[in-house]
């Protein structure tokens, strides 16, 4: 929650507000702001890879905790555009310190045959604090209040009770940092079986989500004609729905394998990308409520798998090697999509794209082991 929902999707909620106060009612400085953040993801996931030869899996938590509290902080009570974009890249660092480590934290915890539900319970928090900003944020503007930074202090009044939790209650188990992860993670990526098919899966879903969660409000606003409370209530149901995603695709993993279940997970999101493209409002719920859930569930399913054929050793310099994929594909794919929509006059072949894209990930996945079912398969992390 401190990792994602806090320090990187809260900038999108208090965006309208920050931008007017702080930053001169400019949308071009704003977006830069919010390019920083992810730029500062990317850097981030590199650091991470570094950090795990130096450091064990708990230690990157503290570490990301610290640069996640300490953004929040600045961007609570700053009154200077500069600091402002500091804190966002503190927040950035963050965001990938703490959430590359953490899945492997959580399945360590549990048997192997419950990995899927111990990754997908990761990512709970995600849901939970996208749902949280936005309802305190929609409260705040009920009232006089300075939206953007009075809804970063309270996240950093929470954000600190976390880190107090992390620093006595989270103990390494004796793992030792990473003997040997390459630049960026790739060199351990490559013993990973499967790691060629994983890595465009991953970057396919990096690609497709963003064009779908970044431009569906707009769709459904400029393109079906629906006001803007109307297409808010389907981006309510999905943050809501991406709660239970991860628990709901991980634990479904558990049973039908890995491979399987990201298959179906694409198709779905493929097929729920192209219901928006019909206008009616049922459907439109119902396919919000398969996007949350894949939102969350695809890379539930996704760390899953890298939980299952890397230890505890490999596990921080793997993931960020296919996270640093995925995001580089997430930085590139709202241009895209907001290119194409310009020259078209709509979003149409936005969606269509986000629905293709999301199909070559079920289809990369057909190539990942089908063994790896209820941690059944051999070489699993200890």
Known sequence: ???????????????????????????????????????????????????????????????????????????????????LAGALVLMGLGGAIIWVPVPGITAREFPPERRGFATGLAGVGIGLGIVFAGRIASMLRNGDAAVWQTLYRIELAIAVCVFAAALVGLRSQGERPSTAGGFGGFGALRRIEGWKALTFAYSAYGFSYILVISFVVARLEDDAGWSPDRAALVFSVIGVAIVFGGLTVGSLSDRVGRRRMMMIAFVSWAVASLVFLIGSLPLALIAAVFVGIMFSGIPAAIIAHVVTYADE??????????????????AVSPQIGGAIADWRGSFTLVFVIAAGVALLGAISSWFLPADDASGQTSGSAS
């Open 313 to 330: 050793q490999s596990f921080g310099p793997v993931f960020s090697a296919t996270t640093l994929a995925f995001g580089v594909a997430q």
């Open 1 to 83: 929650m401190v990792a994602q929902a806090f320090g990187r999707f809260t900038w999108g909620v208090v965006l309208p507000d920050a931008r007017d106060d702080l930053l001169d009612g400019s949308n071009t400085a704003a977006g830069l702001f919010g390019t920083l953040n992810v730029s500062a993801y990317l850097v981030g996931t590199v650091v991470v890879a570094w950090l795990a030869s130096r450091s064990t899996l708990v230690g990157l938590v503290k570490i990301g905790l610290t640069c996640s509290t300490s953004g929040l902080a600045l961007a609570s009570f700053t009154t200077e555009p500069v600091v």
